[in-house]
C-alpha cells in the first residue's frame, strides 16, 4: 500500500502565491516520478508539473514559467504557484509512479486540494 497526503491549497486573489506538498508512504522501494494534476469543473484532468527521480522536470503550457516543481527528498514534492490566475482554480492531485517493496509498481493519486484564484 502506498499512500500520497497532499497540503497546502486555499483561496487566493489573481497574482498570489500558493505552495502545495505531497508526500508519499508506504511500501516504496523507489518513486520514480511524482507531481501535480489538476481538474477544474467540466475539464479533464490535466498535467500541472512532474519532477523525476534523477530530477528532470516536466510543466503543462499553461504553467510554464509560473509554476515551480521541486522535491525535497525521495519522496516529497512541493509546487510553488505564482502569478496565479482565475484558470488556474482546480482540484489538484498529487500522483507518483512507485516501485513497491515486493517490486510491483503502484500510481496511487492523492484525495486532491482545491486551489481557488478569486479576487
Known amino acids: 500500500q502506498v499512500q500520497l497526503v497532499e497540503s497546502g491549497g486555499g483561496l487566493v486573489q489573481p497574482g498570489g502565491s500558493l505552495r502545495l506538498s505531497c508526500a508519499a508512504s508506504g511500501d516504496i522501494a523507489s518513486v520514480n516520478v511524482m507531481g501535480w494534476y489538476r481538474q477544474a469543473p467540466g475539464k479533464q484532468r490535466e498535467l500541472v508539473a512532474v519532477?523525476?527521480?534523477?530530477?528532470?522536470t516536466s510543466y503543462g503550457d499553461s504553467v510554464k514559467g509560473r509554476f515551480t516543481i521541486s522535491r525535497d527528498t525521495k519522496t516529497t514534492v512541493h509546487l510553488q504557484m505564482n502569478s496565479l490566475k482565475p484558470e488556474d482554480t482546480a482540484v489538484y492531485y498529487c500522483?507518483?509512479?512507485?516501485?513497491?517493496?515486493?517490486?510491483?509498481?503502484?500510481?496511487?493519486w492523492g484525495q486532491g486540494t482545491q486551489v481557488t484564484v478569486s479576487s
Open positions: 500522483n507518483a509512479e512507485v516501485t513497491t517493496t515486493d517490486w510491483g509498481t503502484a500510481a496511487p
Open positions: 519532477v523525476s527521480v534523477g530530477g528532470s
